[in-house]
Each structure stands twice: as structure tokens, then as C-alpha cells.
């Protein structure tokens, strides 16, 4: 997230992102700690089901697909995400990139270089 490499981790009780400097900062929830952060809305609820190529199943939503039936892109939650560079993985076939834009004001873009399934 921004310029360097950050985690983020969470339990169903709390959230925590952990800087490239090694800073340490939680919160009840993903897009509380994004906001607290950060200081921006980011659809961290979101991003859990789309980083892996699906919509969030509580939520509205459209998507469209490619030529292979994958998740090529996704409109949720005020949010259109793009998805590419799919690879398999354990019998998955999951995203290697995603970028999400809101309106004009903000772009977040993930990209995953190794899945490790648990």
C-alpha cells in the first residue's frame, strides 16, 4: 500500500496493518484501519472476496466475465474493479491483478506475485 510493501491481517475481531518501516496499527475493522491509517475510504470488506476474484456475497453487484469465464471486472460497493493475470493455484484460478477505481478521485491496484492457500 502506497510507495512501500505493507500487511494486513485480521482475525474477525481486529484488523492490522503492518508498514515496510515495521509500524504496527490495528482496528476493530479493515476499513476502520484503512481510514485510520491511511486517512482514505478504502473497500478493505470488499477487497478480501475481490483479491481472490469474486464479488462480496452480501452485497449488490454487476460483473463481467472474460472468454474463459473469470472475473474479468466488477462493479460493488460505489468501486469498479478490474481483474487480470489469472494463474492456477491449487485447482484455482485466481487473479494476480486487481485495481479498483472510485470515480476519479481514487485508484487502489494489487498485485500478488506468489498465492500461498491455506
Known amino acids: 500500500?502506497?510507495?512501500?510493501?505493507?500487511?494486513?491481517?485480521?482475525?474477525?475481531?481486529r484488523m492490522a496493518l503492518t508498514d515496510a518501516r515495521g509500524q504496527t496499527r490495528t482496528a476493530p475493522d479493515g476499513d476502520s484501519l484503512a481510514r485510520l491509517a491511511l486517512g482514505v475510504e478504502?473497500?478493505?470488506?470488499?477487497?478480501?472476496w475481490w483479491v481472490v476474484g469474486q464479488?462480496?456475497?452480501?452485497?449488490?453487484?454487476?460483473?463481467?466475465?472474460?472468454?474463459?469465464?473469470?472475473?474479468?471486472?466488477l462493479v460493488q460497493d460505489g468501486w469498479d474493479i478490474e481483474f487480470g493475470r489469472y494463474s492456477a493455484?491449487?485447482?484455482?484460478?485466481?487473479?494476480?491483478?486487481?485495481?479498483?477505481?472510485?470515480?476519479?478521485?481514487?485508484e487502489v491496484r494489487l498485485v500478488v506475485d506468489v498465492w500461498a492457500l491455506r
Open 1 to 13: 500500500m502506497g510507495q512501500g510493501i505493507a500487511e494486513l491481517h485480521g482475525d474477525g475481531s
Open 42 to 48: 478504502l473497500p478493505v470488506r470488499g477487497l478480501q
Open 55 to 73: 464479488p462480496r456475497p452480501d452485497a449488490a453487484y454487476r460483473a463481467r466475465v472474460d472468454g474463459e469465464g473469470r472475473l474479468s471486472g
Open 89 to 106: 493455484v491449487d485447482g484455482h484460478e485466481l487473479p494476480g491483478r486487481l485495481i479498483a477505481r472510485r470515480g476519479d478521485e481514487l
